[in-house]
């Protein structure tokens, strides 16, 4: 599975942002999509995901202004995961990942390369 991520950029505070996550490869095995991020000097942490039933979970964070979707492709061979962020504060700064959980994994196994958000004050 290959996941590539895109859409980062620079954005004033209160702005607004989208991110997509595209994944390739054998993506049948494939259950959740989703985002974290990792702020300069800190961890990484969960921002959202959305399994392949619709399900969404969003970290409290974020709720209300973050909104995951996905889009499967019919013949299987690539789905898309979109983050639209909203009402961006510069607390939102840091570099955001996608990620893919296999059926049956209680975690995150496949990564895509980072996408940089960037929120001035």
Request: hydrophobic share 35%.
């Amino acid at each position: 599975v290959q996941l590539q991520a895109s859409g980062g950029g620079l954005v004033q505070a209160g702005g607004s942002l989208g991110l997509s996550c595209e994944a390739s490869g054998s993506i049948g095995n494939i259950n959740a999509l989703g985002w974290y991020r990792q702020a300069p000097g800190k961890e990484r942490e969960f921002v959202a995901a959305i399994f392949s039933g619709g399900r969404t979970n969003v970290t409290d964070s974020v709720k209300g202004r973050f909104t995951i979707s996905r889009d499967d492709a019919r013949d299987d061979t690539k789905s898309t995961a979109y983050l639209q962020m909203n009402s961006l504060t510069p607390e939102d700064t840091a570099v955001y990942f996608c990620a893919g959980r296999s059926f049956g994994a209680s975690t995150f196994g496949y990564w895509g390369q980072g996408t940089l958000v960037t929120v001035s004050s």
